[in-house]
């Protein structure tokens, strides 16, 4: 019996490219099935020179259409977000970790779709290229999608949160929530708390940058 091999965006990613041609490459990916039903792959967006890389999971419905990551309503908190944190967003650099929108149709909704281990794998050689070529200071997982695909499977968010590791691609790694979590909690006052905390994330990996210059 032949051993089935994986699924991988690897054969799409082209070598010795700049984030210019990645960007460009990663429309005719068929790394795994989620190209299908996308409306067009969503790669990261920011300095190619930045110190902070955040990753996210996978663009949502917003984003699908305009192309760009975090541009719905989680990029918009993630934005203020970034500025109480006193992290300038025009210096962070921002992607995700599988780049087309996994989604289920409900009428006229698209309802978004956690991606799979397999996929979530697939598509890691785009992030991997990004980062080789930005190799920022700090690397900001936002959430578990994020976080297992820098970290491995195994890792846990809530355990690890607001931690500074060391990792292979930075000089450190992170993980915080994902700030659509915050907007899906219906309870106002858990949720002004949980921002709070996210503030105070962020904080930390602004002031570790500041340290460090
Ligand atoms: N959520 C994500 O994880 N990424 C985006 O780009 C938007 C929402
Ligand atoms: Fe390729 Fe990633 Fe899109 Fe899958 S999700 S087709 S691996 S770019």
């Not at 994902?178 to 006052?189: I, K, Q, T």
Request: net charge positive.
């Amino acid at each position: 019996m032949t051993k089935k091999e994986g699924k991988s965006a690897k054969p799409f990613v082209p070598e010795q490219a700049d984030l210019a041609k990645l960007r460009k490459a990663v429309q005719g990916c068929r790394g795994c099935e989620l190209y299908r039903n996308a409306t067009q792959a969503v790669f990261g967006e920011g300095p190619e020179k930045a110190r902070i890389v955040m990753v996210g999971e996978k663009p949502g419905d917003r984003e699908d259409i305009e192309g760009k990551p975090f541009v719905g309503p989680a990029g918009k908190m993630l934005h203020k977000a970034m500025l109480e944190a006193g992290i300038d967003p025009e210096e962070v650099y921002i992607t995700n970790a599988v780049k087309h929108f996994k989604f289920e149709k409900r009428g006229a909704k698209r309802l978004h779709k956690k991606p799979s281990g397999p996929e979530i794998a697939a598509c890691r050689p785009w992030l991997e290229a990004e980062l080789d070529l930005i190799k920022p200071s700090i690397i900001v997982c936002l959430g578990a999608t994020a976080a297992q695909a820098l970290m491995g499977k195994e890792v846990r968010v809530t355990k690890i949160r607001g931690e500074l590791l060391k990792h292979e691609a930075a000089q450190y790694v992170t993980a915080t929530i994902h700030p659509s979590a915050l907007l899906r909690m219906p309870e106002e006052e858990r949720r002004h708390e949980e921002y709070r905390l996210f503030v105070e994330d962020l904080r930390k990996v602004g002031e570790k940058l500041k340290e460090g210059r």
